[in-house]
């Protein structure tokens, strides 16, 4: 199913609002629709979209799947209950490690959370909230990778066949489809949300199981979890389009108190892009650079390696996973 593009240059922002408004009130009828806030600029861009199209006929919910930023939950939803929507939290944490042990193929992993996400959590909330339709934020570049086999995004199913009503048992709606992200930030500063979340970096949707190498678990998670906080404090001064670190799956020499420490390493990437197609490693100063690798081996346990990725996308890509 091929996709028009609405570029950049030719969107105009609150005709696009009204008539995505008009088009989700119209699939959905007095019916009741869900979706799920990552707190993503895609996700919170088509919450808020939902919300004027048919108000608490929304049903909201942050997943809580255990491979999210440090504090995300709590942050997303207070955030929103500032913006007059009630976000519930549905704790999944036990469901998705569960599905993704012993996973170690980065599209079996893709795979997994996918199939947890919308089978599993999400088929359960349907069948309790009477909803027929998924409301969620697909972008144009998702679709585009995932039909070029790149990588499989979790939120692409139609266009490569897949009927999300014989999967699942409801329908997606996808009013962002069109756009690519320089276009969602420009709709969701036009749905009024903040620039700390229109302009936030993008997020993958396997979350940071894209950023174990090798078998995701609570323990690499909680690793991960720590670098990207300090990657993200270091690198968010660099106008950089995304930045992320990536836990490496073998230990590799290091040294401690003078003596040998088989230790982890943590490969640290920082994108210059418009809409995540082609990239290219953000130049960073070197004293930023030893700062972030001095601050990652300190207070990230067991971390005796930091690198720094310097190849472009193609052939790279922006997530490891």
């Known amino acids: 199913m091929a996709v028009k593009e609405i570029a950049l240059e030719s969107l105009n922002v609150q005709e696009f609002i009204e008539d995505k408004a008009k088009e989700i009130s119209s699939i959905v009828g007095d019916g009741v629709a869900i979706n799920a806030l ?11 979209l939902g919300h004027k199209a048919i108000g608490s006929r929304l049903k909201t919910y942050f997943i809580d799947n255990g491979i999210m930023r440090e504090g995300e939950p709590q942050s997303i939803v207070e955030l929103f ?71 499989r995004q979790h939120n692409v199913f139609e266009q490569l066949g897949i009927d999300p009503q014989k999967a699942f048992g409801y329908k997606i709606i996808e009013p962002l489809v069109q756009l690519r992200k320089d276009g969602v930030r420009k709709v969701a500063a036009g749905l009024g949300l903040p620039e700390s979340s229109y302009k936030r970096i993008p997020f993958p949707g396997p979350a940071l199981a894209a950023r174990v ?47 040998r420490d088989f230790g982890l390493q943590i490969e640290v990437r920082c994108w210059d892009s418009i809409d ?43 997530e490891a996973i």
């Open 38 to 48: 990552s707190g993503g600029v895609d996700s919170c861009a088509v919450t808020m």
């Open 81 to 151: 209950k500032k913006m007059g929507v009630k976000v519930g939290i549905v704790d999944a944490q036990d469901k998705f490690f569960n599905a993704l042990k012993g996973v170690t193929d980065p599209e079996e992993k893709r795979e997994a959370v996918t199939q947890t996400f919308y089978k599993d959590v999400f088929g359960k909330l349907v069948g309790d909230s009477g909803a027929k339709y998924l409301l969620q934020g697909t972008i144009l570049t998702d679709v585009d990778e995932t039909i070029a086999g790149i990588k």
């Open 213 to 259: 190498i090798g078998e995701v678990t609570r323990e690499k998670i909680s690793v991960v979890r720590i670098a990207t906080t300090i990657v993200e404090e270091e690198l968010c001064h660099t106008g950089a389009f995304q930045y992320m670190g990536i836990l490496h799956q073998d230990r590799v020499t290091g040294m401690r108190d003078g003596k």
């Open 276 to 318: 995540a197609r082609k990239a290219t490693p953000t130049n960073v100063p070197h004293d930023v650079l030893c700062k972030l690798a001095d601050r990652i081996v300190a207070e990230v346990p067991g971390v005796v390696s930091v690198t720094y990725n310097i190849t472009q996308k193609p052939p790279s890509t922006i």
